[in-house]
C-alpha cells in the first residue's frame, strides 16, 4: 500500500515538473518579442553558447567523421562497396550523428554553463534584485539564453556533420583509398534535401530542449552551493535523455 | 565579458561558418542544389508496363544528360499500366513526338532512371503529350528467371547429348507412355 502510494506520489512530482517546464516556456515565448528588440544581450548569449562551442564541436566532429570512415570502409568493403562510403557517412552524420553529439556535447558545454550561470544569479540573489527593479528577469537574463542557444544549436550541427564529411573523405579516400568520384557523385545520388531538412529541423527541436533544461534547471536551482552543482548535474543528465528521447521520435515521424 | 568587438568577431564567424555549413549540405551533399523558384519546363507522360522501383525525383536522361526529373507516378485502372509524368527542362524542347522512354538501372544495383531515345519526327513534345514508344523497367528476378529457365534447357540438352547411357532410360518410361 505505501509503495502505491509512493509511486503514485512521485507520478504527481513528474507531472508537476512536467508542467512547471512547460508553463516556463510559455512564459519565456510571450517575452520573447521583447527580449528580441534586445537583440545585443542574444548576440552575447550567442557567442558564449555558440562560438566558445566551436572548437570542441569542430574536433568532436572530425574524430567522429573519421571512425565513421574506418568503420563504414571496413564494413562495406565485405560487400565490395567502397564507393557507397560518401552517402553512408552523409546520412548518418547529417540526420543522426550531428544533431545528436552535438546536443550531447552542448548539453555538456553550453547547458552547464547556462544553469550554473543562472543558479548562482539566484543563489546571490541577482533575480531577486531584478525583480525588485521591476526588471523581468525572465525578459532580461533567462530569454536571450534561451534564444542564443536555440539559434547557435542548427548552425553548431551543420558544422559538426560538414567537419565529420571532411573527416570521413580523408580516412575513406586518402588514407583506405576510396575512389573520391564514386565517394562525392554517390553522396549527390543518395543524399535528398529532405535528409538535409531532416538534420536542421532536428537540431532545432534539440537546441529548444537543451537550452530550456537548462535555463529551467539554473532559474529554479535551490540557492545554495550544493543546489547550483546539482541543478548542473540535472541539466546534462536530463538534457541527454530527453535528446535521446526525442530523437527516436523524430526519427520515426519523419520516416 | 570580452569586449565588444571581440565579442562581435566572435559571434560573426561562429554565425558565418555555421551559415557556410549548412549551404555546403544543402548544395553539395545532395543532387537538388539550391533551386530558386523552378525553371521554366513541361510535362510530359508515358505509360508503362512496369516501372521496377522508380520513384518520384528519379532524373530523367537523354544521351546521359540529365533533362528532367519524374514529378508524378499514377496507375491508370483501365489498362493496368503506371503512368509517369516527366518535367523537362524547357531548355530541351526538341524532343520528336516518336521518341522512346525506356527504364534503365544506374549501375549494377543503383536506382532507376528514364532514358529518353531521340526519334524521327519533325514535331516535338510540347506540355501535356504522351510518349508512345515505352520500354519498361528490367525486373532483376524475371531475368534471373528467365536465364536458370535456360540454364535448365541448356543443361538437359548437352546431358542428354554427353551421357548416351542415361538418354535411353530417361527415354524409356516416355517411349512406353506414348505407346499406350
Known sequence: ?255 | MPKTSTLNLGTGTFVALGFAALFFLTTQTTSRGLSFGTPPHYDVTAKFDNIGDLRVGSPVSMAGVEIGRVVKIDFDTREYKAVVTMRLNDKYNLIPTDSDASIYTQGLLGGKFIGLTAGGAETYLKNGDQIDFTQSAFVLENLIGQFLANFAKGSGQSGSASSKTDAPAATAPAATEKTK
Open chain 1, 1 to 255: 500500500m505505501k509503495v502505491i502510494k509512493e509511486l503514485w506520489q512521485s507520478l504527481i512530482d513528474a507531472l508537476i515538473g512536467l508542467g512547471s517546464v512547460v508553463r516556463f516556456l510559455l512564459r519565456m515565448l510571450m517575452v520573447t518579442p521583447g527580449a528580441l528588440l534586445r537583440f545585443d544581450l542574444i548576440v552575447q548569449q550567442i557567442f558564449n553558447s555558440g562560438a566558445l562551442s566551436l572548437v570542441i564541436i569542430m574536433l568532436a566532429g572530425l574524430f567522429v567523421g573519421m571512425v565513421l570512415g574506418l568503420q563504414g570502409f571496413t564494413l562495406l568493403q565485405r560487400f565490395g562497396s567502397e564507393g557507397s562510403l560518401g552517402v553512408a557517412a552523409a546520412i548518418g552524420l547529417v540526420k543522426e550523428l550531428g544533431p545528436v553529439i552535438t546536443a550531447l556535447l552542448f548539453a555538456g558545454r553550453a547547458g552547464t554553463a547556462l544553469a550554473s550561470e543562472l543558479g548562482l544569479m539566484r543563489a546571490t540573489d541577482q533575480l531577486s534584485a531584478m525583480e525588485m527593479m521591476a526588471v523581468d528577469p525572465i525578459k532580461r537574463v533567462v530569454a536571450p539564453r534561451f534564444l542564443g542557444g536555440v539559434i547557435a544549436m542548427p548552425l553548431l550541427a551543420a558544422i559538426f556533420s560538414v567537419i565529420g564529411l571532411y573527416g570521413a573523405q580523408l580516412v575513406g579516400v586518402q588514407i583506405m583509398g576510396v575512389d573520391s568520384g564514386s565517394f562525392w557523385s554517390q553522396m549527390r545520388a543518395g543524399v535528398d534535401l529532405r535528409d538535409i531538412r531532416e538534420g536542421i529541423v532536428k537540431s532545432l527541436i534539440f537546441g529548444v530542449a537543451c537550452s530550456l533544461i537548462a535555463v529551467y534547471e539554473g532559474y529554479y536551482a535551490t540557492p545554495t552551493a550544493a543546489g547550483v552543482g546539482r541543478a548542473t548535474t540535472r541539466t546534462v543528465v536530463t538534457s541527454a535523455v530527453v535528446v535521446l528521447f526525442l530523437d527516436y521520435l523524430l526519427t520515426s515521424a519523419f520516416l
